[in-house]
């Protein structure tokens, strides 16, 4: 049910969409210089920028309405896969980044030409390509379940109106208005979250205190769960040891995050910003947890069940029914900003995956003008094919689990290969090409079984035990790396270059 945003908040939100997009068309430069500049900001960002960015691109829409959906429906079990964030930014300032800034690299694949030759430099970037492309289409729709509750757009309408706005100060400011526009959108959204939570207290009998209590004899502020089961999505063992191999693979492996990483001064600021945005992390899906904890508090004292079709809209519905005037404005635009943030960024980096990538790799003698207009385009036709998987990804679920196991049936290959031009010398192209293939083709079938459909071989079930979508990325790494191994060892192809 839609109930319109009344005149303040309307004009709130709207001024958010023209400001925003003012700020970001700033950092245009006529004449522009190279596309170096374009995509990496000529590596003069600071350090605590790209912190703030690597957290507004990690967040999104996605987390800010789906997070407490499951607070709501759950427990605070979610914080075990922040851990597991923590411990796989560490392990990628110690393996990854010393090797990304050995040269003058654009894009995180490049690496893996050097490694290992062109075939599967090519092929890596083509799955980051595909990846990214489907992840973003579902993450974008959640812009519409915002959109539409609060303004009463039709999906589609909300979906245009925000890859427009979105598209053109990325298409005019490249990586630079990227990063600086992420760093305003996230202050916002934090904001935005810590006044919603102090609204959700204003509307719970005994505010803050009553939250706690009865949200802990509920249990909703339970965080360790010590399971050995591969099915439950939040336990201990799948946040450490899956988080981690999933934040190992989403910014060390993925040109969405290592691109802001390499926007960055030295190694050193890198580290720094990696490490630091995991700590904003922490503090950050606390919050949402809270907000989803405190939802639950409210409704219970209502002694009724929020009127919605998923989990995830019910945050969005309370902000526009609940919250005083100006507050649901303020909320909608902080939303808002999360999603233009995370657009911006899957712009970007898909469009430097397709041009260096792909178009360089076959065309050496190009001028830099042709190359930052032949980017800008590329930044134009991504636009143009999210826009469309946006449309037609619309349904039903948590879209932030949706989203996230999309994503880990390919990350788990990708890190895979990584390990092995990273940690072995005996790995060759061939070899990592077969693993890579059975680490890919093994995730999607267990994603597959997860989804209730089931492969089917000489006309019999490939029937496989269910696994939460947190240990995809381990598992498709670590068959990956050692069907990969192995079979280089028997391999009569040489490896192209040493370790990276």
């Given at each position: 049910m839609h109930i319109p945003l009344r005149t303040v908040d309307l004009i709130l939100v709207v001024l958010y969409l023209i400001g925003i997009t003012w700020f970001g068309l700033r950092?245009?430069?006529?004449?522009?210089?190279?596309?170096k500049s374009y995509f990496l900001a000529d590596r003069n960002i600071p350090w605590w920028a790209i912190s703030l960015s690597i957290v507004a691109a990690e967040t999104s829409t996605?987390?800010?309405?789906?997070?407490?959906?499951i607070a709501f429906t759950g427990d605070f079990g979610f914080l075990q896969l922040v851990m597991g964030y923590l411990l796989g930014r560490i392990v990628i300032c110690v393996l990854f980044l010393?090797?990304?800034?050995?040269?003058?690299l654009m894009t995180a694949y490049q690496l893996i030409g050097q490694r290992f030759g062109t075939r599967l430099h090519r092929l890596t970037a083509l799955l980051f390509l595909v990846m990214r492309a489907a992840a973003e289409g579902v993450r974008v729709f959640a812009v519409a379940i915002v959109v539409g509750v609060a303004l009463g757009t039709g999906d589609i309408a909300s979906i245009v109106i925000l890859s427009l706005l979105t598209l053109l100060y990325t298409f005019e400011g490249g990586m630079k208005a990227v990063i600086w526009t992420d760093v305003l959108q996230m202050l916002l959204y934090v904001v935005g979250t810590v006044v919603s939570l102090w609204s959700i207290c204003g509307h719970i009998s005994g505010g803050a205190h009553t939250l706690l209590s009865v949200a802990s004899s509920a249990g909703k502020l339970t965080v360790f769960h010590f399971s050995l089961s591969v099915a439950?999505?939040?336990?201990?063992?799948?946040?450490?040891?899956?988080?981690?191999?999933?934040?190992?693979?989403?910014?060390?492996?993925?040109?969405?995050?290592?691109?802001?990483l390499l926007a960055a001064k030295n190694l050193r600021e890198s580290r720094m910003a990696l490490l630091s945005s995991?700590?904003?992390?922490?503090?950050?899906?606390?919050?949402?947890l809270f907000i989803g904890a405190g939802l639950f508090v409210y409704y219970r004292q209502l002694g009724v069940a929020p009127h919605v079709a998923s989990a995830d809209r019910i945050f969005p519905q309370f902000i526009v029914q609940q919250m005083p005037v100006g507050i649901s404005g303020l909320m909608i635009a902080a939303i808002l900003a999360a999603a233009m943030s995370n657009l911006s960024a899957?712009?970007?980096?898909?469009?430097?995956?397709?041009?260096v990538d792909f178009y360089l790799l076959r065309r050496t003698n190009v001028s830099e003008a042709a190359k930052t207009r032949l980017s800008r385009l590329m930044t134009l036709g991504w636009a143009a094919i999210l826009l469309a998987l946006a449309i037609v990804s619309r349904g039903s679920g948590h879209v932030l689990e949706i989203g996230l196991s999309i994503a880990s049936v390919l990350w788990g290959g990708m890190l895979g290969v990584f390990l092995l031009g990273t940690l072995t010398e005996r790995?060759?192209?061939?070899?990592?090409m077969i693993g890579l293939l059975a680490g890919c083709v093994l995730n999607l079938l267990l994603w597959r079984q997860s989804?209730?459909?089931h492969a089917s071989v000489l006309g019999h079930d490939l029937v496989f035990p269910k696994v939460a979508w947190t240990w995809y990325v381990a598992i498709g790494a670590v068959v990956t790396f050692g069907i990969g191994y192995m079979t280089s060892l028997f391999s009569k192809y040489e490896r192209v270059g040493s370790a990276m």
């Open positions: 950092f245009r430069k006529d004449g522009e210089r190279s596309i996605l987390t800010i309405i789906s997070v407490p959906g010393p090797r990304y800034f050995r040269g003058e439950q999505t939040y336990t201990f063992w799948a946040g450490v040891v899956g988080g981690c191999f999933l934040t190992m693979a989403s910014h060390g492996t993925d040109q969405l995050m290592v691109q802001r995991g700590v904003v992390i922490l503090v950050q899906f606390t919050l949402f899957a712009l970007n980096s898909l469009a430097s995956t397709s041009m790995a060759n192209e061939k070899g990592t989804s209730e459909i």
